[in-house]
């Protein structure tokens, strides 16, 4: 999950799933999308979602073309949902103060 997590805090890969959202791009478009950025910099942040099963990638001819993997965000989705139903259930006890344990010697 922290490994989602950190692909997902960068602000390029998190460009790149934006443009992938509705479509289907080869690598060399997605580039295009980041002049600022060197190729193989853009490839590194392919990978990285590649890994953490962010992103399908399928070969058609020379070409490398990415969309989303949908299911990849289920992890993601399940942690959200744990985080926030746990936060509900437990909604008395945030209207406690927190206890401060640093002072305790």
């Known amino acids: 999950m922290i490994k989602?997590?950190?692909a997902l805090s960068d602000?390029?890969?998190f460009a790149i799933l934006e443009l992938l959202r509705d479509n289907e791009l080869p690598a060399g478009k997605i580039a295009e999308?980041?002049?600022s950025i060197s190729r193989p910099a853009v490839s590194q942040?392919?990978?990285i979602l590649k890994d953490c099963n962010l992103l399908w990638e399928r070969r058609e001819g020379t070409k490398r073309l990415y969309r989303l993997?949908?299911?990849g965000f289920y992890d993601i989705h399940r942690f959200?949902?744990?985080f926030w139903s746990a936060g509900e259930k437990t909604n008395s006890e945030?209207?406690?103060p927190?206890?401060?344990n640093s002072r305790a010697a």
């Open 33 to 35: 999308h980041f002049p």
């Open 11 to 13: 602000p390029t890969r």
């Open 98 to 100: 927190l206890q401060d």
């Open 4 to 6: 989602h997590m950190q």
């Open 69 to 71: 993997r949908r299911k």
């Open 80 to 82: 959200m949902e744990d």
């Open 94 to 96: 945030n209207a406690k």
């Open 45 to 47: 942040h392919i990978r």
